[in-house]
């Protein structure tokens, strides 16, 4: 199975970076993992006329085939163990790919959240979409890792 990451903006600090490539390359023995970046738009001419724009990117940029998850605050919780099932479950339903889209600062255009088979949310709590994307690395990470019984998680 294939994971596609479609996240709104790119990573400009280096520590965000750093981090988004360790996991990265973590995750090369577990999965085929694509990140796909499309422009942030400025949001002075109104969140809404971003949004739509950068909804239009990211709907350019998702695998027609894909199993789209859209992170967005709203969406399911899950524990550590109860993603790693999930994504188990997918993994052997049969889809060819699953892609997670994150949003820019203003967030999802309800386009992109239609389209979307289910969303995910990290928490309650805000975080920058930057470091979203690094959390997300770092849960398939540990969700590979759980499903193969392999130390990390604890």
Same mark, same amino acid.
């Given at each position: 199975?294939?994971?596609?990451?479609? $996240?709104? #903006? +790119?990573?400009? /600090?280096?520590?965000?970076?750093? $981090?988004?490539?360790?996991? %990265?390359? +973590?995750?090369?023995?577990?999965?085929?993992?694509?990140?796909?970046?499309?422009? &942030?738009?400025?949001?002075?001419?109104? *969140?809404?006329?971003?949004?739509?724009? *950068? #909804?239009?990117?990211?709907?350019?940029?998702?695998?027609? &085939?894909?199993?789209?998850?859209?992170? &967005?605050?709203?969406?399911?919780?899950?524990?550590? *163990?109860?993603?790693?099932? =999930?994504?188990? /479950?997918?993994? =052997?339903?049969?889809?060819?790919?699953?892609?997670?889209?994150?949003?820019?600062?203003?967030?999802?255009?309800?386009?992109?959240? &239609?389209?979307? =088979? /289910?969303?995910?949310?990290? #928490? +309650?709590?805000?975080?920058?979409?930057?470091?979203? +994307?690094?959390? %997300?690395? *770092?849960?398939?990470?540990?969700?590979?890792?759980?499903?193969? =019984?392999?130390?990390?998680?604890?």
């Amino acid at each position: 199975m294939k994971i596609v990451i479609a $996240a709104v #903006g +790119r990573l400009k /600090e280096h520590h965000y970076r750093d $981090a988004a490539a360790e996991y %990265l390359k +973590r995750l090369g023995p577990y999965a085929s993992l694509e990140t796909v970046e499309v422009a &942030d738009i400025d949001l002075a001419p109104g *969140e809404e006329r971003a949004r739509r724009i *950068e #909804g239009e990117s990211l709907a350019k940029a998702l695998p027609a &085939d894909a199993y789209v998850i859209a992170l &967005d605050s709203e969406g399911l919780q899950y524990s550590s *163990e109860e993603f790693s099932r =999930h994504l188990a /479950e997918m993994m =052997h339903s049969g889809l060819s790919s699953v892609a997670f889209v994150i949003g820019g600062s203003a967030g999802l255009d309800r386009s992109v959240l &239609d389209r979307a =088979h /289910e969303r995910l949310s990290l #928490g +309650r709590m805000t975080l920058p979409h930057q470091l979203a +994307r690094v959390v %997300l690395l *770092e849960q398939v990470y540990r969700a590979f890792r759980i499903m193969r =019984h392999e130390p990390y998680h604890r």
